[in-house]
Nanobody
Framework: QEDLVESGGRLAQAGESLRLSCVASGRLFGLYSMAWFRRAPGKERELVAT????????VYPDSVKGRFFISRDRAKNTMYLRMDNLNPEDTAVYYC?????????????????????WGQGTQVTVSS
């Protein structure tokens, strides 16, 4: 079982860019597709990006498409989320997660229950 640790969240100004990191502790990083979620105050957790286990495919919802970019570095056991042109609606706790099943990629059709390992979250606050 891997552990996931997010970092990079902070207070940002509208229009700024941030990069979040998610470091996986295990040796199986390259076998699992992964995702970033976020939970804004008073709202349900929202999927914001997914990446296939080999990094060859990514999917984003319309709310972040063109502004958020997910990537992964197998050599560093790290997944990233670059967020450009931030706005106050992006304020949330951001979580990374790993698919329960190896060699599976559901693109934009994932449900929260498809993910078996979660990080503790990192807070992103965007002021106007």
């Amino acid at each position: 079982q891997e552990d996931l640790v997010e970092s990079g969240g902070r207070l940002a100004q509208a229009g700024e860019s941030l990069r979040l990191s998610c470091v996986a502790s295990g040796r199986l990083f390259g076998l699992y597709s992964m995702a970033w979620f976020r939970r804004a105050p008073g709202k349900e957790r929202e999927l914001v990006a997914t990446v296939r286990w080999d990094g060859s495919a990514t999917v984003y919802p319309d709310s972040v498409k063109g502004r958020f970019f997910i990537s992964r570095d197998r050599a560093k056991n790290t997944m990233y989320l670059r967020m450009d042109n931030l706005n106050p609606e992006d304020t949330a706790v951001y979580y990374c997660a790993t698919d329960r099943t190896t060699w599976r990629y559901r693109a934009g059709d994932y449900m929260e229950t498809d993910f078996g390992t979660w990080g503790q979250g990192t807070q992103v606050t965007v002021s106007s």
